[in-house]
């Protein structure tokens, strides 16, 4: 009923099969055709995103049409860290450095164009995505720059201020650029609310209200250069990243004895990164990529909880390193058929150290002091064929061998093999309308934060760690629909089907000091997805200049749990995830308005001897944008504008689940509220 009351609406604004230059813009900012349009890419100028009046190429990328940034994975390797964004065709050389931040120091004024590719298009990656856009940028250099200053206001009287620095520059053979980014931060997660905990009746056995605060001061410095290299271009990029992080809560227990428990916990972390590329065409039809990238990040967590007499200590050092390389030979033969062929090795460690203990008496942790490396190949073969206007077809094998080797607590060596074939087919029987079908193997990394063991001292969770995983795998059949319409608006419905192998949860591991909870492999399990994108222009309405950006995704997934044996949702997987963006542009007066709405998310884990329950409400921000002169932006925000909450449900046994009585159920309900931000921001330069 949603996707036909949402398709008729459509259709009040255009007729069936118009032309798909004339159906992204209205007349006064038509998108210029594209050559290759009918290879399933449509260019976007920057007279399309003029009425937004974009300071950035995310601004842009955040106004097209049918489309939404996905950031990428945070997994090892490079290949399946992809996010759906290239930069003049390219992926970028990082992956610590988050892609709306590479976006942000692109200048709107720099960027030629938008090309939307979807479905695949003969000569180019598109990273295992059904839709990428790739920003092209002007040529020519010449000195830009950049300089912001926000501050913050917090609904609990704390204020902070960030500052952030922007320079580049250089000529149509070389260029630089550098970045400065430094500000004091504040954990919006956190804030004061009641906590009840009952008994197995229902009847309160405890009272209290609990008073949270986290905050965080973040520096990140980026530096990157290019130049023109033993025939082709050689580039250079290097990101340095520090966060120093405190919670502090003070949880005062009114019931049924007067008692105060705190937890204060300290998290700093730094973290750099040096990539390398370098791009060579031989001839027309032929091009080398040879990338290489190192990373390395020291984490320090420290956790004291107390309670009167009672106290517990939690303690980690962690290391971790990754050292990528990676070649890729690309060849078109001819404008309907392109080749693909390269290999990637990775090496990454990890060295961590961790203890606990109760009243100063140490409790031995499974897997609490760990070393383990994974030396990592894979090769991969893709081929994108157009046989026909209407048709596209992609098809590709890549196929991993990993060796994973930990000593310390625990001791083992293993190798695993993975072949991950792909096929995709794309169909456009005109313009206006595409059919996307995807099925691929996809085999998930391995997580080495589960390979050691963590702690939440304020919930009373300690977590064993596990070295002895394997990655989950799953087979996945992939149908989308995407429609254009007369006057910009976009729909696409995506439905998607895993069949999982080694699902990745939760399990108990019982050891001499007790039994505790562990990531764990529990055996096959499926996951179904529905996804709606909508992006509706509000002018053939009546409301001229303003836009309706929406997307949701509907979530059901399946497997037995390793404690009961009965089928439950696998954990940690979101049932709804929902946003919706309004915006208001008013070139006359160089202000643009909206509205982003958040939708609230619901999350369960299930360990052995509890169930736990986390749920963010809707969140909402408010905003408007005025520019007062062309160098000159000025925003103006109310961040969480619902002024919602965050609320936390555990359910604790006493004992394994299969066995034993509800103990207590511990209610959290911490209320958050406004934040009230402003950001101005001056250009200068070319």
Same mark, same amino acid.
Do not use: C
């Given at each position: 009923m949603l996707v036909s009351a949402l398709a008729s609406a459509l259709a009040l604004a255009a007729p069936d099969g118009a032309q798909e230059a004339q159906t992204v813009a209205p007349p006064s900012a038509a998108v210029e055709q594209s050559?290759?349009?009918?290879?399933?890419?449509?260019?976007?100028?920057?007279?399309?995103?003029?009425?937004?009046?974009?300071?950035?190429?995310?601004?842009?990328?955040?106004?097209l049409p049918g489309f939404n940034i996905d950031t990428g994975d945070s997994v090892r390797g490079f290949e399946g860290a992809a996010g759906n964004v290239l930069i003049d065709g390219r992926r970028p050389a990082t992956k610590t450095d988050n892609l709306e931040e590479i976006l942000r120091r692109i200048p709107a004024s720099q960027v030629a164009r938008?090309?939307?590719?979807?479905?695949?298009?003969?000569?180019?990656?598109?990273?295992?995505?059904?839709?990428?856009?790739?920003?092209?940028?002007?040529?020519?250099?010449?000195?830009?720059?950049?300089?912001?200053?926000?501050?913050?206001?917090?609904?609990?009287?704390?204020?902070?201020?960030?500052?952030?620095?922007?320079?580049?520059?250089?000529?149509?053979?070389?260029?630089w650029e550098t970045s400065f980014n430094m500000g004091k931060g504040i954990d919006d997660g956190s804030g004061e609310g009641p906590g009840v905990r009952t008994g197995p009746s229902g009847a309160v056995i405890q009272r209290s209200d609990i008073d949270q605060e986290g905050d965080t001061i973040q520096t990140t410095a980026t530096a990157a250069f290019s130049t023109p290299l033993a025939g082709g271009t050689f580039k250079l990029n290097g990101r340095a990243f520090d966060d120093s992080f405190k919670f502090d809560e003070v949880n005062h227990i009114v019931f049924p004895t007067d008692r105060v428990e705190k937890t204060v916990d300290h998290y700093d972390e730094l973290e750099t990164e040096l990539g390398a590329s370098f791009l060579r065409d031989f001839g027309s039809k032929t091009t080398l990529e040879v990338i290489g990238l190192r990373q390395d990040a020291q984490v320090d967590i420290v956790s004291d909880f107390s309670a009167g007499v009672r106290n517990a200590n939690f303690t980690l050092d962690r290391t971790t390193s990754e050292t990528i390389g990676r070649a890729v030979l690309k060849h078109r033969p001819n404008d309907k058929l392109s080749l693909e062929g390269g290999a990637e090795v990775a090496i990454n460690v990890l060295e961590s150290e961790t203890a606990f203990a109760e009243n100063g008496v140490a409790i031995p942790l499974p897997a609490a002091n760990v070393r383990v490396q994974e030396d990592r190949g894979e090769a991969f073969v893709k081929a994108v064929w157009r046989p026909s206007a209407i048709w596209t077809l992609e098809g590709g094998l890549r196929y991993e061998a990993s060796a994973i080797e930990s000593s310390g607590d625990v001791s083992l060596e293993k190798t695993l093999y993975y072949p991950k074939p792909r096929l995709a087919a794309t169909w456009a029987p005109n313009t206006s309308t595409q059919v996307r079908f995807r099925f691929e193997r996809m085999v998930d990394q391995l997580d080495f934060d589960d390979f050691v063991a963590d702690s939440s001292l304020n919930t009373g969770v300690v977590t064993a760690g596990n070295p002895d995983l394997v990655p989950e795998q799953a087979w996945v059949t992939e149908?989308?629909?995407?429609?254009?319409?007369?006057?910009?608006?976009?729909?696409?419905?995506?439905?998607?089907?895993?069949?999982?192998?080694?699902?990745?949860?939760?399990?108990?591991?019982?050891?001499?000091?007790?039994v505790f909870d562990a990531p764990s492999n529990i055996g096959d399990g499926t996951k179904d997805e529905l996804a709606l994108t909508l992006s509706l222009p509000l002018a053939p309405f009546g409301f001229k200049g303003a836009t309706i950006r929406g997307e949701s995704t509907w979530r059901r997934s399946e497997v037995n749990d390793p404690t009961t044996g009965e089928a439950r949702e696998i954990?940690?997987?979101?049932?709804?995830?929902?946003?919706?963006?309004?915006?208001?542009?008013?070139?006359?007066?160089?202000?643009?308005?909206?509205?982003?709405?958040?939708?609230?998310?619901?999350?369960?884990?299930?360990?052995?001897?509890?169930?736990?329950?986390?749920?963010?409400?809707?969140?909402?921000?408010?905003?408007?944008?005025?520019?007062?002169?062309?160098?000159? *932006?000025?925003?103006?925000? !109310? @961040?969480?504008?619902?002024?919602?909450?965050? &609320?936390?449900?555990? +359910?604790?046994?006493?004992?394994?689940?299969?066995?034993?009585?509800?103990?207590? *159920?511990?209610?959290?309900? !911490? @209320?958050?509220?406004?934040?009230?931000?402003? &950001?101005?921001?001056? +250009?200068?330069?070319?």
């Open positions: 050559p290759s349009q009918s290879q399933g890419v449509i260019r976007y100028p920057p007279e399309f995103f003029a009425a937004a009046q974009p300071t950035t190429a995310l601004d842009m990328l955040l106004r938008i090309d939307l590719i979807r479905g695949g298009a003969p000569g180019v990656d598109m990273q295992g995505k059904s839709v990428l856009a790739s920003v092209i940028r002007k040529e020519g250099g010449g000195f830009r720059g950049l300089v912001a200053l926000s501050g913050r206001s917090v609904y609990d009287g704390r204020n902070t201020v960030s500052a952030r620095v922007e320079l580049s520059g250089g000529s149509a053979a070389r260029t149908g989308a629909v995407e429609q254009r319409f007369k006057g910009g608006a976009v729909l696409v419905l995506t439905a998607r089907h895993y069949a999982i192998s080694d699902v990745v949860d939760r399990a108990p591991v019982f050891t001499p000091a007790g954990s940690g997987l979101h049932p709804v995830d929902w946003e919706i963006h309004f915006t208001h542009d008013l070139p006359v007066q160089r202000t643009n308005w909206g509205v982003d709405l958040y939708g609230g998310w619901r999350e369960t884990h299930y360990r052995f001897d509890e169930i736990s329950t986390d749920k963010l409400k809707p969140f909402m921000v408010l905003f408007a944008e005025w520019k007062p002169r062309s160098d000159i *932006v000025i925003r103006a925000e !109310i @961040q969480n504008a619902t002024s919602r909450g965050f &609320r936390h449900t555990r +359910t604790v046994y006493d004992g394994p689940r299969n066995t034993a009585d509800v103990l207590f *159920v511990d209610d959290r309900d !911490i @209320q958050i509220g406004s934040i009230y931000w402003m &950001r101005v921001r001056k +250009t200068f330069g070319a």
